[in-house]
């Protein structure tokens, strides 16, 4: 079992930047894929990134390509995501998620996960 616990959302100006943090609990969740959904007012939720267990792997849609940076400490249990150049349409609740890895493969759909935190909120004004 797996919990996991999101911090270091909030209110920033467009241009700006956070840096999240996704706290597990656990011995042995450095052997754990985790991923970075967000999901915006009324629309469904998509991954924004996602790593293997080792941080040696990395995923980014498209659309989060290039501002978005996930890496993971898995001496401390956490995964982190810096999202720099903060947009309006940035704007969600960001969750976390984790499974056991299978080999190197990154899982970047919602039911190919285990566990979810509660998630955090990030709120853009322009």
């Known amino acids: 079992q797996v919990q996991l616990v999101e911090s270091g959302g909030g209110m920033v100006q467009a241009g700006g930047s956070l840096r999240l943090s996704c706290a597990a609990s656990?011995?042995?969740?450095?052997?754990?894929?985790v991923g970075w959904f967000r999901q915006a007012p009324g629309l469904g939720r998509e991954i924004v990134a996602g790593?293997?267990?080792?941080?040696?792997?990395?995923y980014y849609p498209d659309s989060a390509r290039g501002r978005f940076t996930i890496s993971r400490d898995n001496a401390k249990n956490t995964v982190y995501l810096q999202i720099d150049s903060l947009k309006p349409e940035d704007t969600a609740v960001y969750y976390c998620?984790?499974?056991?890895?299978?080999?190197?493969?990154?899982?970047?759909?919602?039911?190919?996960?285990?566990?979810w935190g509660l998630g955090t909120q990030v709120t853009v004004s322009s």
């Open positions: 790593i293997n267990w080792s941080g040696s792997r990395t």
């Open positions: 656990g011995r042995t969740f450095g052997t754990y894929t």
């Open positions: 998620a984790a499974r056991p890895a299978l080999s190197n493969i990154i899982y970047v759909r919602e039911p190919e996960y285990n566990y």
